[in-house]
Nanobody, 122 residues
Framework: QVQLVESGGGLVQAGGSLRLSCRAS????????VGWFRQAPGKEHEFVAA????????SYTPPVKGRFTISRDNAKNTGYLQMNSLKPEDTAVYYC???????????????WGQGTQVAVSS
């Protein structure tokens, strides 16, 4: 079992930056890939980014490429999502998840955090 807790969300103006953290506890975090998803009001979960257990491979959804960077520090059992040049359409609840591989579907991740709200004002 892996427990995940996100932090770092908040309200920011368009063009600003936030860094989300995903702290893991329980079973060995370094064995799992980490993904970030987001859910805007009235919409389904949307894949944002993922990183392999080793950190050597990453994947991003096209709307965030070049603006968001996913990373991890296995020594700290923590994953990160650095978000720059934020836009109002990035407003959503952001969730981190852990799973066996570099997936882009919610079904490919076994463990989920409770989410952190990101709001971007225009």
């Amino acid at each position: 079992q892996v427990q995940l807790v996100e932090s770092g969300g908040g309200l920011v103006q368009a063009g600003g930056s936030l860094r989300l953290s995903c702290r893991a506890s329980g079973r060995t975090f370094s064995r799992y890939a980490v993904g970030w998803f987001r859910q805007a009001p009235g919409k389904e979960h949307e894949f944002v980014a993922a990183i392999t257990w080793s950190g050597t491979s990453t994947s991003y959804t096209p709307p965030v490429k070049g603006r968001f960077t996913i990373s991890r520090d296995n020594a700290k059992n923590t994953g990160y999502l650095q978000m720059n040049s934020l836009k109002p359409e990035d407003t959503a609840v952001y969730y981190c998840a852990a799973g066996p591989g570099l997936g882009e579907k919610t079904s490919e991740f076994d463990y989920w955090g409770q989410g952190t709200q990101v709001a971007v004002s225009s």
